[in-house]
């Protein structure tokens, strides 16, 4: 038994140690270049140094994984994190020889996937990411009102615009996506000032559309975002308070042991 809680206490200080962590995101860079560099025609030798070093990429990840798994002091917990299934899967599949096979299409991809190891291995991205998961329902709200917004207005835009230019304006889908080149400011004035030479008021109908969509549910989204991230915050900061209360109470019951201890000594 103490070989096995020293064996876990080294992996908990290999996982720990900022050095370690640094080396596994130094790794999952040098995976995504070498995912890049394979998109370019490169010489056969290259290609094979390529794919040994991929060889002992996979391995390394899997050497990182099995560090965090022994680290873990309750093994059946260690699979209720997402972020660890995901790894393991990815790993596994790596693992498996079948870029000669049908399925090294999905081979290559699940390589892709390998660069999304950078959120569960760096805390800051992985409440970046918690956090915007969390927002989706009270975002789902602001994207249901800017919708019903574009829909409002691509009826619009169809039904005055059409014979100016229907390559842009012709029915209400193709509406609804001019409306989104002018949201994102592609050359929305073109499209304004050839309307306006029909309309002269017609300006309004884009001003006021930026204004709701561009400006206002825009800064909505961020300020959900935003709020999300602060209560993310807020709560890794409580929990961090808790565990080093329980931190302290575990270090007064082991001094208090050792009292006892030395005045059942003396007593003796």
Same mark, same amino acid.
């Given at each position: 038994m103490t070989s096995i809680h020293q064996i876990q206490a080294r992996a908990i200080a290999l996982r720990d140690n900022r050095i370690f962590e640094l080396f596994v995101v130094g790794i999952i860079i040098l995976s995504a270049l070498l995912i890049g560099a394979k998109t370019y025609p490169i010489p056969e030798i290259v290609s094979t140094g390529i794919q040994w070093l991929d060889i002992a990429i996979t391995f390394l990840f899997l050497f990182e994984i099995i560090v965090r798994f022994i680290a873990e002091p309750n093994k059946k917990r260690f699979f209720h994190n997402g972020w660890n299934i995901f790894d393991t899967l990815v790993v596994v599949v790596s693992l498996i020889p079948i870029d000669n096979s049908d399925m090294a299409l999905v081979g290559r991809l699940v390589r892709v996937f390998r660069v999304l190891r950078m959120v569960s291995i760096i805390p800051e991205l992985r409440m970046l990411l918690n956090s915007l998961v969390r927002a989706l329902p009270q975002l789902?709200?602001?994207?249901? !009102?800017?919708?019903?917004?574009? &829909? @409002? &207005?691509?009826? @619009?835009?169809?039904?005055?615009?059409?014979?100016?230019?229907?390559?842009?304006?012709?029915?209400?889908?193709?509406?609804?996506?001019?409306?989104? #080149?002018?949201?994102?400011?592609?050359?929305?004035?073109?499209?304004? &000032?050839?309307?306006?030479?029909?309309?002269?008021?017609?300006?309004?109908?884009?001003?006021?559309?930026?204004?709701?969509?561009?400006?206002?549910? !825009?800064?909505?989204?961020?300020?959900?975002?935003?709020?999300?991230?602060?209560?993310?915050?807020?709560?890794? #900061?409580?929990?961090?308070?808790?565990?080093?209360?329980?931190?302290? !109470?575990?270090?007064? #019951?082991?001094?208090?042991?050792?009292?006892?201890?030395?005045?059942?000594? !003396?007593?003796?």
């Open positions: 789902g709200y602001v994207v249901l !009102l800017m919708f019903i917004i574009f &829909y @409002i &207005y691509a009826a @619009i835009g169809a039904t005055f615009f059409a014979n100016i230019n229907p390559v842009l304006w012709g029915d209400i889908s193709i509406s609804l996506l001019t409306l989104f #080149r002018v949201m994102t400011f592609e050359d929305w004035t073109d499209v304004m &000032y050839e309307t306006m030479a029909v309309y002269p008021l017609s300006w309004s109908y884009y001003l006021t559309f930026i204004f709701f969509t561009a400006f206002a549910f !825009l800064n909505m989204v961020i300020g959900i975002v935003v709020n999300v991230l602060e209560d993310e915050h807020a709560k890794e #900061r409580a929990e961090q308070d808790e565990e080093d209360g329980n931190a302290s !109470l575990n270090e007064l #019951r082991d001094e208090l042991q050792e009292l006892k201890a030395m005045v059942a000594a !003396l007593r003796k």
